[in-house]
């Protein structure tokens, strides 16, 4: 494997990170009981990688078995315990527990015992914020769709159910 092409063209470097503090308010709320922070997404990492913190509150939730077709996942606990589905099974996991899935690949997540925190990625960076807004909108509205409606929704955002 070899690295990728140039991304920066320059000789000297630039001063252009940005830091998010651990104590910033979530971006989202989604049903009251998942906060979202948006750390890195696809948009400022101009399409590289989407990066969130997950934070789940004490009551059990998280969605049901889907792939991806254009991005892969990966999910770091930080704190509480993760139920994480790979597919094959359910497994939960602890803080400093890793799972990647790659493109196609079968998955699912929730907090089966509790107030739990992870760390989401997506690569490449997609626009899972609208996503994330649309899940909140629909959440905080009660808003019912009907089976054909949520289909759309899950395509228009490379989701698909199993």
């Known amino acids: 494997m070899s690295y990728p092409k140039e991304l920066f063209h320059g000789d000297n470097g630039e001063v252009s990170g940005g830091l998010r503090r651990g104590g910033s308010a979530p971006d989202l709320v989604i049903g009251g009981r998942t906060d979202v922070h948006y750390l890195a997404t696809g948009q400022t990492t101009g399409g590289q990688y989407g990066l969130y913190r997950w934070d789940m509150g004490a ?55 509790g107030p739990a925190s992870m760390l989401i990625l997506f690569a490449p960076g997609a626009p899972r914020e609208t996503y994330f807004e649309e899940l909140a909108e629909i959440a905080a509205t009660g808003r019912q769709l009907g089976e054909q409606e949520w289909t759309e929704l899950y395509r228009r955002h490379d989701q698909y159910m199993v």
């Open 59 to 113: 009551e059990p939730g998280g969605p049901g078995a889907h792939f991806h077709k254009t991005m892969s996942e990966s999910f770091f606990v930080l704190s509480g315990t993760v139920g994480l589905y790979d597919g094959e099974r359910w497994v939960n996991a602890a803080p400093g527990d890793f799972l990647f899935i790659p493109p196609g690949g079968i998955h699912a997540f929730g907090n089966p015992e």
